[in-house]
């Protein structure tokens, strides 16, 4: 029985075995980069989406002497489309490149990206009574964050 159960275990020669086929499988980095990658291509749409609607201000009437103002405005925010640029970098030239992680890393530059958001605002005139009646949509694509 002792026989069996020797078999069976695994001995640290195996552990290393299986390390290294995982290593030669995915490589040093799969891990982060897919992480990475299902950040930026779900993610961080699905945080924007988790605010839609949910974001208002209401403005105080400004004090101005011989004017009287019956309402105050309110202004809904919305976060629509989340779009992601390339990383670039400008070079001494003025010529643009699109910047890769190796390149980033050999030349000690940070490799980051802009992110743009489409945003509607919604303004509203609400009335002491509480009452409000829509006054204005502006709709701004591609605002950076």
Request: proline share 4%.
């Amino acid at each position: 029985m002792d026989d069996l159960m020797d078999d069976d275990e695994i001995r640290q020669p195996d552990t290393w075995e299986i390390i290294r086929k995982y290593f030669d499988e995915n490589g040093l980095v799969q891990q982060q980069r897919a992480s990475y990658n299902e950040f930026i291509l779900q993610n961080v749409q699905e945080v924007i989406e988790d605010y839609k609607g949910q974001i208002e201000v209401i403005a105080t009437p400004q004090y101005k002497p011989g004017t009287k103002q019956d309402f105050k405005q309110k202004i809904q925010v919305d976060f629509g489309r989340v779009r992601i640029a390339q990383p670039n970098i400008t070079e001494v030239e003025g010529r643009k490149e699109r910047l890769l992680p190796y390149m980033a890393r050999l030349r000690k530059l940070t490799y980051s990206c802009q992110l743009f958001v489409d945003i509607t605002l919604r303004k509203y005139k609400v009335a002491s009574d509480g009452s409000e009646q829509l006054d204005n949509i502006d709709e701004h694509e591609r605002v950076p964050l």
